[in-house]
């Protein structure tokens, strides 16, 4: 696959870059490049990220970060047997617990959420850092819910991470998964404010909380750039104001279609009336001229 001429390969991880100098220099600046294709695309195109994927592992299988790059290519792309096992081999090849939650969750993607729920309860666990945690606890409640466990997936994410003030880069998620279990539960009102307190932490918008939050307000956002088909002639300004006003406005001017309605009519009927009186006038004259004619003298009649 083509990749773009700024792509120069050093824009990837410096502890990436490290790894690849066990390759000769060519290939290990042909790897790198399609490694930051990868991380160029996956979040908009992720088959697109998987494509590039393939290229760096068939060149460098046995690099621990072409592996994972790989996996979570193809995490992205939905295809979670493949990315748990490129998971695992990266695994395998450095020791790291990190991975261990994505392993749990592409183990849900398989359809398998009772094995999810055993890695998270794996010692493992223990030694991932706080984010690493957090994201276990996430795939954990993820696994409740896929068993229809709604009840136990809203106590799995109550923990010191959810009620603590302080936003870390984990706290909108964890707040967004709380709050959509709560949802899910019925019970609204708490919800709602769960989705408010996502939003607060949620400085980058990596989740739709506030979207999800004016729908439970009952508001809808109309597009201002969209005209409304229905009345072709409606402008910003009409549509601006409030909607008592537009009600009224349209009252009045039904009534004012009426009235010119009712002119309409009077105007044909004074028009027909018109017409009638023309056409009585004239049989009144006709009736005249015979009635005349009768009483003078006929040329035609027999004289005596």
């Avoid at 050093?10 to 990436?16: N, Q």
């Avoid at 792309?77 to 096992?85: F, I, N, T, V």
């Avoid at 081999?89 to 959420?113: F, I, Q, S, Y």
């Avoid at 009077?266 to 005349?292: F, K």
Wanted: proline share 4%; hydrophobic share 40%.
């Amino acid at each position: 696959m083509p990749i773009p001429d700024d792509v120069t390969g050093d824009e990837i991880d410096k502890d990436v870059r490290q790894e690849l100098q066990s390759l000769p220099k060519g290939l290990a600046e042909e790897v790198s490049r399609n490694l930051v294709m990868v991380a160029r695309l996956i979040d908009e195109d992720p088959e697109g990220a998987y494509a590039y994927s393939r290229i760096a592992l068939r060149l460098a299988s046995r690099v621990a970060a072409v592996r994972e790059a790989a996996g979570f290519a193809a995490y992205a792309s939905q295809k979670y047997s493949e990315a748990l096992a490129e998971f695992r081999a990266a695994r395998r090849m450095t020791g790291n617990v990190d991975l261990w939650p994505v392993m749990a969750d592409c183990e849900r993607g398989m359809g398998r959420p009772e094995k999810a729920l055993d890695m998270a309860g794996a010692p493992d666990v223990q030694k991932l850092d706080k984010a690493g945690q957090v994201e276990m606890r996430l795939v954990a409640a993820g696994a409740r819910r896929d068993m229809g466990q709604l009840d136990a997936a809203i106590v799995t994410l109550q923990s010191p991470e959810l009620a603590s003030h302080s936003v870390q880069p984990w706290t909108a998620r964890l707040r967004y998964a709380y709050a959509d279990a709560l949802l899910a539960a019925g019970r609204e009102d708490e919800a709602r404010e769960w989705f408010a307190k996502a939003v607060e932490s949620d400085k980058d918008g990596s989740t739709d909380a506030s979207d999800r939050l004016a729908e439970l307000d009952g508001v809808e956002f109309v597009d201002a750039l969209v005209e409304d088909e229905s009345e072709p002639g409606a402008d910003s300004e009409t549509e601006a104001q409030p909607k008592s006003v537009r009600e009224a406005d349209r009252a009045i001017q039904a009534e004012a279609d009426e009235i010119d309605e009712i002119d309409e009519i009077d105007e044909i009927d004074n028009e027909d009336l018109d017409d009638a009186e023309d056409e009585r006038e004239e049989e009144r004259a006709e009736e005249g001229d015979e009635e005349g004619g009768n009483d003078g003298d006929d040329e035609d009649a027999p004289r005596g």
